[in-house]
């Protein structure tokens, strides 16, 4: 196992649990929210605003860095984190899940994936070691194994044969990877649906020599109840000693479910993309600032905020820009989704600590459902 | 006149001027130039970072507000200055530009022009009267006069009808103007590509009682020694101790120009424009990121600016960023553009208190024709 890279857990609640990952570039303290960079940016965020916003790692998408600007060719450059001047640690995933919901005329077999460029058409093969040879090239801090994910529903058949691909694709990049201080590499958990696939999946990588284990091929359709059973199913069969990463989660309320069950680590375009359509993540629930409501509203989106997006401008203001199509609309949508998912991060983090996380959450559930309201004078 | 609106002239260099407009909101540093803020926003840029290029005022447009959000709306909403978070200058146009290159189905008659809103299709008025209503309801601290923009080439028929429209418009807007302490009108100088028709209207703008004087209707097609050619004209029959302010310019050359022929002020949607279309303004001349030439180049657009956009990243990353659509380019690129137009707008300050603004003229040229090849170890 590699050197300079370690987890440490700081309390638990129920199965909740609080830590820290030290890594060379930094310590993430988890659980953790990671903001989405796919194409080597957060979109419409500066990197110092990321990272004001309490943010300690970023997700990088290795299908689209491959494609452009290439992974060579950030190596070239002096890797990802100098590129993108983001010096703090970096997440890539393998290309797995972008190369079946993004690429054209994917052919998969046992070696990997041969697809072509949702961009410009040009062919390209993903396998575990290509995988693991491009997030080495970006200089990725944590590095996912291959896999491939199966959109729910699906059959358990077709779920049982991904998992097994997955299983041996795991094993075929635990080996590819190169063990290096500072650098880690997570297996996935996959298995549809199904808890019998879930367990097996989830024991088979429990024993391999992965620095932390994620849960992949969740959120990806089924109602909140499967994922979540899904969670319960695995998360105790995976060593209480290592990360555990619920991959492409989610909203909120996903996130605070799922920390109660024992996740670590979460990352989801969900806060950028809203950001980018209107939509406001606050500690008041969702505010569609398109909506007529807000167009003589003089009060921010959160007054105690420390953003200051969601503090320093009102959301007549965030409605005129959003309504004119104008960019710093978007600009400041994002970095207010980005700072509420880290705060609800850090609140997490401290109720946990302080036993108390089963208030926290009510209370948090609480707030979202009365709504902002609850803030204003009568 | 309105007290706590002043203008003091602090040096010439041949005809061209050094100076401050003092208001109540900031001091605006002459010869300077005022980023466009069409819709209450300088596009992709947040409002500190404008102010942190060094800009002292801004432009806000009154047929883009006055149909969203509306100004009476902003008027309830406390202001343009506190809508959009600008609390330094802001000069306001009149609409009559827009209205002739936006609206659909305009009318105009001496009252004014009746017009659809490019918009939703909106029928609305703008007249003298209105406009300096809608000025004084968005907070504007510089109002201009109403005024008839032709485009040019046009027969001098057709500018002189124009002309002395604009003239009676003047006039009423003079009259329909409230002076309030800090807020200043401004004078349009119309009249085409005619030498005489300018003469006329100049001396006619001068004998009323302006704040600044401005000159209009260039930069609308014609070739640049026409528009210079207007200026040498127009400009010494304007009264010296007033502003004068070159309507819509420019690029950076032209603005160079008309100021070693004595305008004081400036704005123009060239840097913001440029900067989300992958133009970059430098010191070293105008920079196509999109350029294969920048896709591995490690060096920033200028390593000596001020402005972080300009500085920290690389160009390769500018590159990335634009050819993959992606809006941080389109923020970096629009700060550095405009921190570029207020460094250069320094530049020729400076200069003109040392009196050497035809030698800086002549190395600023020479720089953008060297290219950034000549700022580079051979």
Chains 1, 2 share one sequence.
Request: hydrophobic share 40%.
């Amino acid at each position: 196992m590699s050197q300079d890279f370690s987890f440490t857990l700081q309390a638990t609640d129920g199965r909740a649990r609080r830590g820290e990952i030290f890594t060379p570039r930094g310590t993430i303290r988890t659980p953790a929210f990671m903001p989405v960079g796919t194409a080597a940016t957060v979109k419409a965020m500066f990197p110092q605003d990321v990272r004001a916003t309490g943010a300690d790692i970023l997700l990088g998408n290795v299908y689209h860095l491959m494609l452009r600007p290439g992974a060579e060719r950030i190596a070239r450059l002096g890797g990802l984190h100098s590129f993108m001047r983001w010096p703090f640690p970096i997440l890539t995933d393998s290309g797995g899940f972008q190369v079946m919901s993004l690429a054209k005329l994917r052919k998969l077999d046992e070696s990997g994936v041969t697809f072509q460029s949702h961009i410009d058409g040009s062919k390209h093969h993903l396998s575990p070691e290509r995988s693991m040879e491009i997030q080495h090239l970006l200089g990725s801090d944590i590095q996912m194994q291959f896999d491939e994910c199966v959109r729910l529903p699906c059959s358990d058949e077709e779920a049982e044969r991904a998992m097994r691909l997955s299983l041996r694709w795991a094993e075929r990049s635990r080996k590819a990877f190169r063990d290096e201080p500072g650098r880690a590499i997570f297996g996935i958990v996959q298995g549809g649906a199904s808890k019998p696939l879930r367990l097996e999946s989830a024991k088979a990588l429990a024993g391999m020599e992965f620095h932390g284990l994620a849960v992949g091929g969740l959120a990806v359709g089924e109602p909140q109840e499967v994922m979540l059973d899904m969670l319960e199913t695995t998360l105790p069969h995976l060593p209480a000693g290592k990360p555990r990463y619920l991959m492409g989660v989610g909203t909120p309320d996903d996130i605070v479910q799922a920390v109660a069950r024992g996740v670590d680590m979460f990352d989801c375009v969900m806060p950028t993309r809203a950001g980018r359509h209107g939509l406001a993540y606050t500690r008041f629930g969702k505010v569609n600032i398109k909506n007529a409501r807000y167009a003589e509203d003089l009060s921010p989106l959160d007054p105690e905020s420390t953003c200051p997006a969601a503090r320093d401008y009102s959301r007549a203001y965030l409605h005129h820009l959003v309504k004119a199509g104008e960019i710093l609309g978007m600009m400041l949508l994002t970095q207010a989704n980005v700072a509420y998912y880290q705060a609800l991060m850090a609140g997490l983090r401290e109720s946990i600590s302080q036993g108390r996380l089963a208030d926290f959450i009510a209370e948090t559930r609480a707030q979202w459902e009365a709504g902002e309201a609850s803030s204003r004078p009568q």
